[in-house]
């Protein structure tokens, strides 16, 4: 009797443990990434405008991506679950303006939109599920008026070169975090800003210090392409 009344408690904490201890979260940080679509498009590959046309004159979403503190990249975190356009339905248009795919051929997202899902958003999908998730990241996108911070810093997309310094100090002072830059090239190999790295808590709400600034190629100088 007090053997059976033992291996239920064990059966029980066991369960427990199961439910709220021993699930290990897979990620510690998200980066959130946001590119420039004029430095996107301003390469020798090129790009397509999506199906709704040309996107705005912005910074667009790359990704919200989960991270280890020891700089490993879960990725592909269960095979099982799929994007389903059909849980953002209420997302779709912000997710047009502020998430929008620019890979040719021209398309409507959705394969971007599924690869960001199930490379990166299943990895802290026991955080947040598909709907909180890209909700997520557009609700940073809004919190964080990237093109406005470097503008009101004298910063604008108009061709001429800036010096990365000076774009970091300028996302420092806006967003009172540090920002890392990454650059790509132009087809005369002129060094363009391209995408910049914030780091956001596991919470999927907050700006933090990156507790590991990601290291991306990039020159002293760098232009800032028209788009
Ligand atoms: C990094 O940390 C995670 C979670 O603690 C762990 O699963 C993973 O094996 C670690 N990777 C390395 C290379 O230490
Ligand atoms: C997007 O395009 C794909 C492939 O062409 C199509 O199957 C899907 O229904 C489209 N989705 C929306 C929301 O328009
Ligand atoms: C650019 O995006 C930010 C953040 O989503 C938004 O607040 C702002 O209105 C947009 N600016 C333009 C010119 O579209």
């Known amino acids: 009797m007090a053997k059976a009344t033992w291996f239920i408690l064990v059966e029980l904490l066991l369960l427990q443990c199961a439910s709220y201890f021993c699930i290990s979260q897979g990620y510690d940080f998200f980066y959130f990434v946001q590119m420039w679509p004029g ?10 405008y999506p199906s709704p ?28 679950s799929h994007y389903d356009g059909t849980k953002i339905l209420d997302l779709f248009s912000r997710m047009q303006q502020s998430w929008a795919t620019l890979a040719c051929p021209r398309n409507n997202g959705t394969r971007f939109w599924s690869h960001e899902w199930e490379k990166h958003g299943t990895c802290s999908e026991s955080v947040l599920d598909q709907h909180s998730y890209f909700e997520a990241a557009l609700n940073i996108k809004d919190k964080v008026n990237l093109l406005q911070i470097l503008e009101d810093a004298g910063i604008r997309p108009d061709d001429k070169f800036y010096k990365v310094e000076d774009i970091k100090e300028a996302i420092k002072a806006g967003t009172g975090y540090n ?36 290291r991306r190629k990039c020159n002293p100088s760098v232009q800032f392409p028209i788009f």
């Open 53 to 80: 046309g040309k996107p705005a004159t912005n910074f667009t979403i790359h990704g919200l991506w989960p991270h280890f503190k020891n700089n490993t990249v879960p990725s592909n975190c269960n095979e099982k």
């Open 39 to 48: 430095s996107y498009c301003d390469t020798k590959r090129g790009c397509c």
């Open 179 to 214: 920002a890392a830059i990454e650059c790509n090239s132009d087809p005369s190999r002129n060094a363009q800003l391209y995408q910049v790295y914030l780091c956001v808590d596991a919470s999927g709400k907050d700006l933090i210090e990156c507790p590991i600034i990601p």
